[in-house]
């Protein structure tokens, strides 16, 4: 952490192509977990944004935004909710199907995982097209959660996702 900047973090992403299709080039951000200061340094940056904002509940997308959303959420001092692919929740969900760069999708959250009126922020490892984080939007507000930010890892500008979830803050820490 200590002389390390945002920057820097760009140099723990590893490109691989063609997964998981031919076409994609995935942005693997295990490189960066795997070092303890860039990881460290991600976790603190990401739970920074979101400091002055009181903070319910915390979503988490599956799975990369569980490595990265959990601990957020323990500095933040607030719950941790999992949104995760269908079929995979145990109790009663409410469901939402996107699409994404290489196909469709379908996200499950429990139905008594957000209070009214509770404030939420939602965390992902990385923000491509917009659709996997406007499902989740979608869930948030059916439960009635009131969504004080976005935030990513990585960002890939080029994709445009941020059109799709236009209404809220977005902050990310790498911009490719």
């Known amino acids: 952490m200590k002389g390390m900047t945002v920057m820097d973090l760009a ?25 303890k200061e860039a990881y460290r340094y991600t976790i603190d940056a990401l739970a920074g944004l979101f400091r002055k904002n009181k903070v319910g509940v915390l979503v988490g997308i599956e799975a990369r935004g569980y490595i990265v959303g959990a601990p957020v959420a323990y500095i933040l001092g607030c719950g941790f909710v999992p949104v995760r692919k269908q079929g995979k929740l145990p109790a009663e969900t409410i469901s939402s199907t996107y699409e994404l760069e290489y196909g469709f999708a379908t996200l499950d959250i429990h139905v008594d995982a957000i209070n009214e009126g509770e404030k939420v922020v939602i965390i992902d490892d990385l923000l491509a097209t917009g659709g996997t984080t406007a499902a ?18 990585v960002e890939l500008e080029f994709l445009h996702g941020r059109k799709k979830i236009p209404s809220y803050p977005v902050h990310s820490l790498i911009k490719f």
Request: aromatic share 10%; charged share 30%.
């Open 136 to 153: 989740v939007i979608e869930l948030v507000e059916k439960l009635g959660g009131e969504i004080e930010g976005i935030g990513y890892v």
């Open 11 to 35: 140099r723990y992403i590893r490109n691989i192509p063609d997964f998981p299709k031919p076409g994609i080039q995935f942005k693997d951000i295990t490189p960066l977990l795997k070092e």
